[in-house]
């Protein structure tokens, strides 16, 4: 059974970095895509970056290319979200999934997802 559990959520300021990890059992994934979404109150959940099982093309969303940073260490099949200058927009529940079958900004491509962290950030 595939399990995927976050780490790393809280609270920062406005312009604070946190680093969010998230770590995957019960398979191996170094050939699977490994991806971050998030959702804030009242939206639907948006991808905001992913990264081939390689380590290789990452991806990101508009909103935090330049700030977040996508990275995965598959020893330990772990994938990292390194945010950087968080905004106030950026606070949201963030959640860590894996094994895409199609297009990576579409959460419904996306097959395993953890249970989200909470991301807060303050002005």
């Known amino acids: 059974q595939v399990q995927l559990v976050e780490s790393g959520g809280g609270l920062v300021q406005a312009g604070g970095s946190l680093r969010l990890s998230c770590a995957a059992s019960?398979?191996?994934?170094?050939?699977?895509?490994m991806g971050w979404f998030r959702q804030a109150p009242g939206l639907e959940r948006e991808f905001v970056g992913a990264i081939a099982g390689s380590g290789s093309l990452p991806q990101y969303a508009d909103s935090v290319k330049g700030r977040f940073i996508v990275s995965r260490e598959n020893a330990k099949n772990t994938v990292y979200l390194q945010m950087n200058s968080l905004k106030p927009e950026d606070t949201a529940v963030y959640y860590c999934t894996i094994s895409p079958r199609g297009s990576w900004i579409l959460d419904v491509s996306w097959r395993y997802w953890g249970q989200g962290t909470q991301v807060t950030v303050s002005s």
């Open positions: 019960g398979g191996t994934f170094s050939g699977d895509a």
